[in-house]
């Protein structure tokens, strides 16, 4: 009966017929698994990652690696490609609209076995085009420019910003009327020369003068009306998550302040009563302990709490 399977079937010992002259079938069907669940990771985690243009402007502006790398959106970014299963990404060579991200031991490229001598991470180029025009609607070229499966060491990832949709959204309402020739008297001298010096490098400005570049936006933008959506940054939450659950760490200590401040509270009871009236000392001094022994024995706020509203009808 068995003598009738196909022999992958019926062999197991047998390694399974290999495809392309290298990497077996079942090598090729884990790496589909692999890129399938990173593609379903993109899908479900790039609709939810929009990023307000107020942060992707402090991105923009940054222009040396250092500094990049301090904004929240580098962190971000870096940290969800992680999160996707695309590897531990980072910022290597920068100029402006111009980012080189490198990827060592890329984990794309090992899906792809059977392939040499050419680059194959098409994966990580397509979700770094996918995030920064869905997410942080900046248009952009990515290219890979050197991938491991090319014999090169890294694999590193060219992100090509498109200037006016770069510009769009890194200059704010004050760089638009340094860039009319204004010195908005509402800003510090540091601030109107940092932005200066920012629009030097992007090359809307040279010598503190408009450029040509400069010139030829300033007429594009006075054209499109473009209004800025405000909202929360995506890691906002998170951020939240990570608060509240360092304050959890402390609540045993409030509650402990709390039962303490009970127990205080009583204390002066006691004291009072005890100079007032003798008919009713005895009273008072039972209501007293009687709270007392409650916040000492009380195992939770809510407990404590409920007694602390009995005690008070
Ligand atoms: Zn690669």
Not at 180 to 190: C, M, Q
Not at 192 to 199: A, K, N
């Amino acid at each position: 009966m068995s003598d009738n399977l196909p022999p992958f079937m019926n062999d197991e010992s047998q390694s399974p017929p290999p495809i392309d002259g290298g990497g077996s079938f079942a090598e090729s069907m884990g790496a589909f698994g692999k890129m399938l669940k990173i593609q379903e990771k993109i899908s479900d985690q790039f609709p939810k990652s929009k990023v307000p243009w107020s942060e992707t402007r402090k991105f923009l502006k940054a222009h040396d690696i250092n500094s990049i790398k301090s904004t929240p959106l580098y962190k971000f970014h870096m940290n969800l490609f992680k999160k996707i299963g695309l590897g531990d990404m980072q910022l290597v060579s920068y100029a402006p609209m111009h980012y080189i991200f490198a990827v060592p031991n890329c984990p794309v490229c090992s899906l792809y076995p059977a392939l040499e001598n050419q680059k194959v991470c098409v994966a990580t180029s397509d979700a770094l085009h996918r995030f920064f025009t869905e997410d942080l609607e900046l248009e952009c070229t990515v290219e890979e420019i050197e991938c491991v499966k090319d014999g090169d060491k890294l694999c590193k990832f060219k992100v090509d910003l498109q200037p006016i949709s770069a510009y769009q959204i890194m200059l704010d309402s004050y760089d638009k009327r340094i860039l009319h020739g204004e010195r908005p008297s509402e800003l510090d001298e540091a601030d109107i020369q940092q932005r200066i010096d920012t629009l030097t490098v992007y090359k809307l400005i040279e010598n503190g003068k408009l450029t040509d570049i400069g010139d030829a936006y300033l007429q594009y933008a006075g054209n499109v009306d473009v209004e800025e959506k405000e909202f929360e940054p995506p890691w906002k939450k998170e951020e939240e998550l990570a608060e509240i659950a360092s304050n959890k760490k402390t609540f045993g200590a409030a509650f402990g302040e709390m039962a303490q401040k009970v127990q205080n509270e009583s204390d002066t009871q006691q004291s009072q009563s005890q100079s007032s009236d003798t008919q009713t000392q005895d009273n008072e001094s039972e209501k007293t302990n009687e709270a007392k022994e409650e916040s000492k024995n009380s195992q939770s706020f809510a407990e404590l709490f409920e007694k602390m509203k009995k005690k008070q009808k």
